[in-house]
């Protein structure tokens, strides 16, 4: 597996502003995904993180309130735009495919605890 | 019908005791089933993968599924307080594809 960090580790937000949450990876994966745990709640994907090109976004989420890049195949980063109290939750960065190798085996970063008051 | 339910409980064990966890899904494409432990405040953590119909052991895990019934389970021998979290079920239907995950089962071992 791969050593995943993310920054920040937590944060505390005015409503309407904005957040970037980094994702990174000590090697090179194919596949790096974007995860929301609201409070008290499970995971929800939000969206496939595709280096290169754009984010393939689950229902329910958008490009406009969570835009998403991957310039390249260690580094990702997760934008919440003109947040509300409502996206306060954890926000976890995912990898598969350490070395290339894509298995179905996903690995978690540490996560992001946003507060948005 | 939610794509992967669990009970929520909490289950609550004592000490050398052992849990059991179910976990049911929908989709009959799902190929591949997973078992992360989330401890308050921690990110997921992968214990247990299953990929076959049957038991697969690691150390005192034991996860179970049944394909036909669309079901999984994990058993934790001898449980210990240290294997108090919450143990997230979740699947996927392909290599490379999302994880689906259930709500979780919170479990409590009691000393």
């Known amino acids: 597996s791969a050593v995943i960090s993310q920054k920040p580790s937590r944060d505390i937000c005015q409503r309407g502003t904005s957040l970037t949450i980094q994702c990174q990876v000590d090697?090179?994966?194919?596949?790096m995904f974007w995860y929301r745990q609201q409070p008290g709640q499970s995971l929800t994907l939000i969206a496939t993180?595709?280096?290169?090109?754009?984010?393939?976004?689950e229902s329910g989420f958008v490009i406009d309130k969570f835009p998403i890049s991957r310039p390249n195949l260690t580094f990702s980063t997760l934008t919440v735009s003109n947040m509300s109290p409502e996206d306060s939750s954890i926000y976890l960065c995912?990898?598969?495919?350490?070395?290339?190798?894509?298995?179905?085996?996903?690995?978690f970063g540490p996560g992001t605890r946003l507060t948005v008051l | 019908q939610k794509e992967v339910e669990q009970n929520s409980g909490p289950l609550s064990v004592p000490e050398g005791a052992i849990a059991s966890l179910n976990c049911t899904y929908s989709?009959?494409?799902?190929?591949?089933f997973f078992w992360y432990r989330q401890y308050s405040g921690k990110s997921p953590e992968l214990i247990m993968s299953?990929?076959?119909?049957g038991d697969k052991e690691d150390g005192r895990f034991t996860a179970q599924l049944n394909k036909a019934s669309q079901y999984v389970s994990l058993l934790i021998r001898d449980s210990q307080p240290s294997d108090s979290a919450t143990y997230l079920c979740?699947?996927?239907?392909?290599?490379?594809?999302?994880?689906?995950f259930g709500g979780g089962t919170r479990v409590l071992v009691k000393p």
């Open positions: 995912s990898v598969d495919g350490v070395s290339g190798r894509v298995t179905d085996t996903q690995y």
């Open positions: 090697s090179q994966v194919t596949m």
């Open positions: 993180a595709n280096q290169g090109s754009e984010a393939t976004y």
């Open positions: 989709d009959r494409g799902s190929q591949s």
């Open positions: 299953i990929y076959s119909n």
């Open positions: 979740a699947v996927t239907k392909a290599a490379g594809n999302k994880l689906t």
